[in-house]
């Protein structure tokens, strides 16, 4: 098995860990987490009513060895675009560390907030609390996605465009497409999902 395939197999099993992480904070004893709700605190409270506070824990260290593991997949990746474009290739690297840097801050400032919120007892200061929290950081959400963005159609224009030895069919194996095919479904992870099932597609056509 080659070394590429292995960093494949790598980010599968990343983003599946990530996806299970994204998981423990959405999926609740008592309903989902929905931002909307943030602004009630009543609502916000029976949700998270009997909400274990290692979930939030195991989210946030699990999360970190999540993306150091499917971290290889898309630097092996960026390498592979090299011989076929250069800019391409640099714009998947500069992307793989925007996710990379901005994305682990993310995942960690979006178990904080809950650990936080259960730890001080649900109440409206607590609300209060996390919600100024995840305002001010929220800037690592909008880059971590940039950087998705900036990866994805760095990957998809020069399959699409005939430039790799992939079929042009094989676009569809990209983390923006996938996304975008999960977002009505409005599951939890979907990004992960997306990007487990880009990398397992790759894996064969590679």
Same mark, same amino acid.
């Given at each position: 098995m080659s070394t590429m395939k292995i960093a494949f197999l790598m980010a599968v099993a990343g983003h599946l860990l990530c996806g299970v992480c994204d998981c423990l904070l959405t999926y609740l004893p008592h309903g989902r987490f929905r931002f909307e709700d943030m602004k009630d605190n009543r609502k916000?409270?029976?949700?998270?009513?009997?909400?274990?506070?290692? #979930?939030?824990?195991?989210?946030?260290? %699990?999360?970190?060895?999540?993306?150091?593991?499917?971290?290889?997949?898309?630097?092996?990746?960026?390498?592979?675009?090299?011989?076929?474009?250069?800019?391409?290739?640099?714009?998947?690297?500069?992307?793989?560390?925007?996710? %990379?840097?901005?994305?682990?801050?993310?995942?960690?400032?979006?178990?904080?907030?809950?650990?936080?919120?259960v730890k001080l007892g649900r109440t409206e200061e607590a609300r209060q609390l996390i919600t100024e929290f995840f305002k001010k950081t929220s800037v690592t959400l909008i880059v971590c996605y940039l950087g998705?963005?900036?990866?994805?159609?760095s990957l998809f224009v020069p399959v699409?465009?005939?430039?790799t030895p992939l079929p042009r069919w094989?676009?569809?194996?990209?983390?923006?497409?996938?996304?975008?095919?999960?977002?009505?479904?409005?599951?939890?992870?979907?990004? #992960?999902?997306?990007?487990?099932i880009m990398f397992l597609g790759l894996s064969f056509l590679l």
């Amino acid at each position: 098995m080659s070394t590429m395939k292995i960093a494949f197999l790598m980010a599968v099993a990343g983003h599946l860990l990530c996806g299970v992480c994204d998981c423990l904070l959405t999926y609740l004893p008592h309903g989902r987490f929905r931002f909307e709700d943030m602004k009630d605190n009543r609502k916000l409270s029976a949700a998270f009513r009997d909400m274990p506070l290692r #979930n939030s824990l195991l989210s946030m260290l %699990l999360g970190c060895l999540a993306m150091f593991l499917f971290a290889f997949g898309y630097l092996a990746l960026a390498d592979w675009m090299r011989a076929f474009s250069e800019p391409c290739a640099l714009l998947m690297l500069i992307s793989t560390v925007m996710v %990379l840097t901005f994305g682990m801050a993310h995942h960690v400032f979006c178990g904080v907030p809950e650990w936080l919120y259960v730890k001080l007892g649900r109440t409206e200061e607590a609300r209060q609390l996390i919600t100024e929290f995840f305002k001010k950081t929220s800037v690592t959400l909008i880059v971590c996605y940039l950087g998705f963005l900036i990866f994805g159609v760095s990957l998809f224009v020069p399959v699409v465009s005939g430039w790799t030895p992939l079929p042009r069919w094989a676009c569809v194996f990209n983390i923006l497409p996938l996304m975008l095919a999960l977002m009505p479904i409005r599951v939890g992870g979907s990004g #992960n999902w997306a990007g487990a099932i880009m990398f397992l597609g790759l894996s064969f056509l590679l």
